[in-house]
């Protein structure tokens, strides 16, 4: 009877709070999903702890503290003006400056930062630095733009950009369409503007100020935790055959790592469709890979030319049977039938490289099977904790060796993996890494906000 009347308080609590954040935010779906898997994970935890319920804590975190919309000018090539949308999205200060990346990409609105601002949050959280959580971008492409009229673009961007950041305010860094070349444009425009030479971006060039690891950092951290995860059954990537997705910045770094480690990476993709090398990606071949995306900025069909690999145009790398399954491209990329098709084929563990890459219904099955499964707020946090590492250091003005930043990563990834099975663990053992996340994220930056007043 209890039993009874708390569940339908609980679930009562969590539908009019979603029912009133969906009026708030109509039509935002992305930003809907982030909230409503955490608001899941949180409903029980925040029923047995009042003092959230009644600050409404979770009311204030899905509400931004600050959202900045502007207008991009710029001149291409031809000498024609174009008009882009840039974002800033300050989720929540109250651990630390904002901290997120700037994405440049076509589908990119506010639905999508708000969701990767949100989540943001929670990571920053959890890697144990004082950060806070935002995100940032444009709807402008970086493909098949010169690096003139890149530079161009991030000069009008910065410009407005720059008022409203700062390296204790706001500190952006980069995500899809933003590498090293992004910012080094956005950080020279900076310097113009504000005289000053300071850590306000992260990621960037080793010799102005970046931290060595910085570009290795959320792939290898997404490894590193999902050997964490592999350990907790005794097991490790060791002889591992493992797909993954993408071919950026996380996707090139995470196939680095796991060769490293023993295992097998057979499939990278990019928005055009994905190639299958049965033989395995190796180092020789990743270098190709990085050359082909980093500087001449081509597509991965010319992987399947150049070493005689299977290309499938517009299709996704799930139906090629794994152990491991490492989604490192973009939200939303595996669906519920591609994750039955990964359980059925033998898969045992997902470790998300990229930002909330599995739908809802995904989630649930792997949940549903109980196999490893290491949410991206979780998994690729490695990113923004060297992104920390890299603030400290130009703080301090010192630079730390590979070694010692990989060491502090590591030992991150070892944290945040301890903390999601501290809040995590079930009853029958299992460890929910989703509730172990969000409930591990959410308690720092809850307590914060109550012991910093009405904010
Ligand atoms: P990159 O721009 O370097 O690479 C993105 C890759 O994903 C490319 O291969 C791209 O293909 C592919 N991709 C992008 N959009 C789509 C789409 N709609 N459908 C299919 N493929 C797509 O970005 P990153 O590697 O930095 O980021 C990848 C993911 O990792 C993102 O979810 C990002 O938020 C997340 N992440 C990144 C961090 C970082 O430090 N960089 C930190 C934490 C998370 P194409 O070339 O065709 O566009």
Redesign the pocket.
Known sequence: MTSTMTSTKRSSFGEEFMNNFKNRNPGEIEFHQAVHEVTESLLNFIEDNPKYKNAKILERMSEPERIIIFRVPWVDDKGEIQVNRGYRVEMNSAIGPYKG?L?F?P?VNLSILKF?AFEQVF?NSLTTLPMGGGKGGSDFDP?QKTDGEVMRFCQSFMTELSKHIGPNTDVP???????GREIGFLFGQYKRLRNEFTGVLT?KGREWGGSLI?PE???YGTVYFADEMLRTRNDSFKGKIVTV????????FTTEKVNELGGKVVT?????GFIHDPDGIDAEKLKFVMRL?NIKRG??EEYAKKFGAEYYANE?PWKIKCDVALP????N?INKQEAELLIKNGCICVSE?????STPDAVDVYLKNKILYGP?KAA?????SV?GLEMSQNSLRMSWTREEVDGHLKRIMQDIHTTCVKYGKTKDGFINYMDGANIGGFVKVAEAMLAQGLV
């Open positions: 990346g994405r990409h589908t990767l990571k493909k860094a980069g995500d899809i369409g933003v590498g990621g910085r950092a959320t792939g997705s993408g071919s950026g910045n996380v996707a090139q990278l993709s990019d928005s055009s995306k597509r991965i996704r490192c491209a973009t939200q990329e490289g990229a930002n909330m890459p991206g690729n946090a490695g990113g923004v992104s």
